[in-house]
């Protein structure tokens, strides 16, 4: 089964008040279009900040989207990729889950967020955005445990974790990872190298 439309949520500390609070997004996000700070080609913004527990601050872009979401009421940054990557899942997810890391890591060095906002390292999440490739079903499940745990095994550099299926069917299939003990950004994207 090949997994498309990857998306990568990493766990984040940062403000409570996510509206006011996530307001410098907005000049930061555009000055990444104007500096084409990464691969994909971004477009635009869409703030969503006042919705509750919602989508935040979207950094809109062609092949992914980028974003600071406080859905569910967990905060994070969130890469959505939208358009086909080639390979296989596993460069999918490798690909997604760096892209998701570069962005964590140039958010934390922003001046206007230092020491405000920064990757807790307690989790990641992993869902697939297709509902119709990818429904959330035990077979589903079934044909990406291996896939998982591969991916798992190389970000995690064979260290202890844990992963937290999302059960409800109504919601996207995805899982939550959990190291065993909080790690870097740095140190995730060393072991995807």
Known sequence: MDF????IKLSVEGPKDAE???????PIFHR???????????????DYRHVYAGPGVVLIGHQ???????????LG?????????EGSNQDRFKQATRSALNAIHRL???PTFAGKIHFDGKSIELFINDRFLAPNKPETRTAFEPELKQFAETLF??????AEY???????????????????????????S
């Open 32 to 46: 990444w279009i104007q500096q084409k700070v990464f691969d994909e080609l971004l477009l635009d913004i869409a």
């Open 108 to 110: 934390e060095a922003e």
């Open 157 to 162: 550099g064979g260290k202890e974790y844990s």
């Open 77 to 85: 940054l969130l890469y959505n990729r939208k358009t086909v990557f």
């Open 166 to 192: 999302e059960s409800d069917p109504r919601r996207r299939f995805g899982v939550t990872l959990k190291p065993a003990h909080p790690v870097s950004a740095q140190e995730l994207l060393a072991n995807l």
């Open 20 to 26: 006011g609070a996530l307001e410098p997004l907005i």
């Open 64 to 74: 992914a989207d980028y974003a600071v979401d406080n859905t569910d009421n967990k």
């Open 4 to 7: 498309e439309h990857v998306n």
